[in-house]
């Protein structure tokens, strides 16, 4: 049992140390609404529409799109640090890698989902 006090330990402290964080943040934060503090804030324009409105679907499309080619085109970056030890094998590897991704941006494309209408 002695090797399971370091492990009950760490749980103990994961769990108590963000309460005590939370509530000594909500102690010395300062409080003070207002109406100001409360309202939609759009780059310092007043809002035209509630923040509640319905948006196209066609809108988080292009988001979830753009999430996957730009999280896709993260994986270039150890690519490119191992460009060298890869050698030929890196470069065939990389270039079906970026086929697959213009591929796929070309598909999404075809279909219409770039167009903003």
Known sequence: MRGYAPILLLFLVALALPVIIWNLSRLLRPYAPS???????????????????????RYYLVAVMFLVFDVETVFL?????????????????????LFLLLFGYGYIWSKGALTWE
Do not use: H
């Open 77 to 97: 970056f150890p690519w490119a640090v191992q460009m060298k030890e890869l050698a030929l094998f890196g470069l065939i590897e990389i270039g079906i890698f």
């Open 35 to 57: 109406a100001a503090k409360a309202s939609t804030y759009e780059c310092g324009i007043t809002p035209a529409t509630e923040a509640r409105d319905q948006f196209s679907v």
